[in-house]
């Protein structure tokens, strides 16, 4: 497998071809009003031609050719730039249309109808292609209008009575009032179509300056991460409900909705996150598109469609997510409906084969892969049906399966990246990111560190390492800054202290009060400094690697002289208190911290449950993994996988890991930090 750290680099002429557009908007439009808008742009070709083309928006578009999807984005990324996506298409002689939407997003806050993981400055739309005598950039002759027909849902309409929903707002289309086959070549553009303008005064694309004045609306990136897969995904009937259904050759379903209320349970035969298509016609009322991750309808987020007795269809503007479907209806005639699912997630190629003699593992890699998949799509998700943050906790997990497992290392490059954006003037990098809700806990800075010392393992990049090198110095001052001269810890380090979700500690903050020092933060600012230290030596920083060296050196003796319990043989979660984790004993192995007299209990800690001993969640089972495979226990890595075979065990018909081994108490069905074990099965050949 050929390791993959990024796409090629751009040469300056294709910086050039990108740049030949404008951002463009509708006239008469606050481009900042939310809802969905449409373009078209209708040429001529002479004889045959092949064109390159580059295309992004803002908040998201999808592109057409004469009907043909083509792409959509751009990739979730900070408020201030875009990616462009490059495109190639081979045309015919004659007449062709140019066709895309934008959804415009209100502005991220609670209640809103916008997503929290998204972050936009406001509606525009970007087309460059020149191809000799044909410019199909915009402005130029691009016509663009509103989409009465649809509108981003707010939670209250969308969202099962008393949950929250940070991920992208599900619609509502009323077909009554649908601009018609606006994508078609023969369609009539009427006076509401309107040429565009341009928003600024030209591009700005990062690597390269390409116009005299360097303000700019938008900066953009030449790609950096390949497009989403699209794979058609069969469903089937759970209940049919007296409702008529048959499925089609191409794995669709079509069912006969009735007249009044009726309703059926469709399933996917794995999780799914992806596009539905729905088409249909002769009925006019209300139906409901209605996900969720149980067969019980008890947490659910629906897509609105008001249908007509006119033929119509629809394809969700943005990917959904779960492993059930309701479809409830109210129509005042019989109406047959298709629908067909297309899975889609990042595009990692084929994951390595992994097989054992025990068909319990290979149960676990399978469930994992998928699990992964499903948590990645334009950036790492924690879960895709709630959330869609990108957090450092989970996407070094996510980061570490893509290597091993695929070769693919251009999403966690990004990842570093799109935190690296995040940075604050304090030196912490915020928790997940692209976010418009920041939020900062300050130990998965920390794991930031160590996320790029990852990167740099599988795929060594001086320059790379070259450009984060002064972020790493920040997130460190911040640590360092904290250091009590009496006892040598850093103390509680403010914000969400959060380590990871155990009953004992409020929020997830080990501290149990969130003012005391913990072993487990310091160990982990142990752990970066060890990371850090590697990285300036291989800079040539020599003297900011001894610095680091002596404050880890300082710290571990700290540690041992504050939270060591001799008696017990273990770390203390926080100095003087007779509280004691796995977690803590995990984090003092991989750190060095361990004196030879407790290498032996403190491995008993990670392979046993004892009394008054927090265990850790599937979370941070992954630096038990980690702790175990250091010490060469394949015994004991196999004995830490317990909680994903008994989570298997109990409940056969998960096809991904949820939050927490419970299925019945986990809040989210598939959640990414859950899919550790195929890094570790792969890694250490389990």
Request: charge should be negative; aromatic fraction near 14%; charged fraction near 20%.
């Amino acid at each position: 497998m050929t390791p993959s750290p990024c796409l090629p680099v751009p040469s300056r002429e294709e910086y050039q071809k990108a740049a030949q557009g404008r951002w463009a908007w509708i006239p008469g439009l606050v481009s900042y009003a939310p809802g969905y808008r449409l373009f078209r742009r209708v040429f001529s070709v002479s004889e045959a031609r092949s064109l390159t083309y580059y295309v992004t928006g803002d908040c998201r578009y999808r592109l057409y050719l004469d009907g043909v999807f083509l792409a959509s984005g751009p990739v979730k990324s900070p408020a201030y730039y875009k990616q462009l996506f490059r495109g190639e298409v081979t045309l015919a002689p004659g007449r062709h249309v140019l066709s895309a939407e934008v959804v415009v997003w209100a502005d991220g806050w609670f209640g809103s109808t916008s997503p929290f993981s998204e972050m936009h400055l406001g509606g525009g739309f970007y087309f460059s292609c020149q191809d000799g005598e044909l410019s199909l950039s915009t402005p130029g002759e691009w016509r663009g209008r509103t989409d009465e027909s649809r509108r981003p849902l707010s939670p209250q309409e969308e969202v099962s009575k008393g949950d929250f929903f940070f991920a992208i707002p599900r619609e509502e289309t009323d077909f009554s009032r649908s601009p018609g086959e606006w994508m078609s070549l023969d369609y009539e553009e009427g006076p509401e179509w309107k040429l565009l303008y341009a928003l600024d005064r030209g591009p700005n694309i990062h690597g390269l300056r390409l116009m005299p004045d360097p303000g700019t609306t938008w900066a953009m990136d030449m790609p950096q991460v390949r497009p989403m897969t699209r794979e058609p995904m069969p469903m089937r009937v759970a209940d049919a409900s007296g409702v008529p259904w048959r499925k089609n050759p191409d794995g669709s379903i079509t069912a006969t909705l009735l007249e009044g209320c009726s309703s059926f349970l469709l399933a996917f035969p794995r999780y799914f996150t992806g596009y539905l298509q729905v088409r249909g016609g002769g009925a006019t009322g209300l139906v409901l598109l209605r996900w969720c991750e149980t067969k019980k309808e008890v947490h659910w987020q629906q897509d609105v469609l008001k249908v007509t007795d006119d033929p119509w269809s629809m394809e969700t503007f943005e990917i959904r997510a779960g492993a059930y479907l309701w479809v409830v209806a109210n129509l005042d005639l019989p109406c047959e409906i298709t629908l067909h699912a297309l899975f889609s997630s990042y595009d990692f190629g084929s994951f390595r084969p992994y097989s054992s003699s025990e068909t319990w593992l290979e149960d676990i890699y399978r469930v994992g892969v998928h699990t992964a998949r499903c948590c990645a799509h334009d950036t790492y998700e924690d879960c895709p049906f709630y959330e869609r943050f990108q957090y450092e906790g989970d996407t070094r997990i996510q980061a570490l399966i893509s290597y091993e497992a695929t070769g693919k290392g251009e999403l966690g490059r990004k990842a570093i990246l799109d935190f690296q954006r995040s940075q604050a003037p304090n030196g912490l990098v915020q928790s997940r990111f692209p976010s418009a809700l920041p939020q900062f806990i300050p130990g998965y800075a920390l794991i930031w560190v160590l996320m790029i010392q990852d990167y740099l393992q599988y795929f060594p990049d001086p320059a790379f390492r070259h450009r984060l090198f002064w972020n790493i110095q920040g997130v460190l001052k911040y640590y360092k800054d904290l250091v009590s001269p009496e006892t040598g810890l850093a103390g509680h380090p403010g914000h969400w202290a959060f380590t990871d979700w155990v009953e004992e500690w409020s929020y997830g903050d080990p501290s149990r009060d969130e003012a005391s020092p913990t072993s487990l933060e310091n160990l982990f600012y142990a752990l970066a400094l060890q990371a850090a230290e590697a990285m300036a030596r291989e800079e040539g920083e020599v003297a900011q690697a001894e610095q680091w060296r002596q404050d880890r050196l300082c710290l571990l003796e700290a540690l041992k002289k504050q939270c060591w319990d001799p008696q017990r043989g273990l770390f203390q979660d926080v100095p003087g208190k007779p509280w004691f984790s796995r977690h803590a004993q995990a984090l003092a192995i991989l750190a060095d911290a361990v004196p030879p007299e407790g290498r032996k209990s403190v491995h008993q800690a990670l392979v046993q449950n004892q009394k008054g001993l927090s265990l850790c969640s599937l979370y941070f089972q992954f630096y038990v993994l980690d702790a175990l495979g250091k010490l060469g226990d394949k015994e004991g890595m196999r004995m830490a996988l317990t909680p994903w075979r008994q989570c298997l065990k109990r409940f056969p018909w998960l096809t991904t890991f949820p939050e927490i081994p419970d299925a019945k108490k986990a809040r989210s069905m598939c959640h990414a930090w859950s899919a550790a074990p195929v890094y570790f099965l792969l890694k250490y050949s389990i």
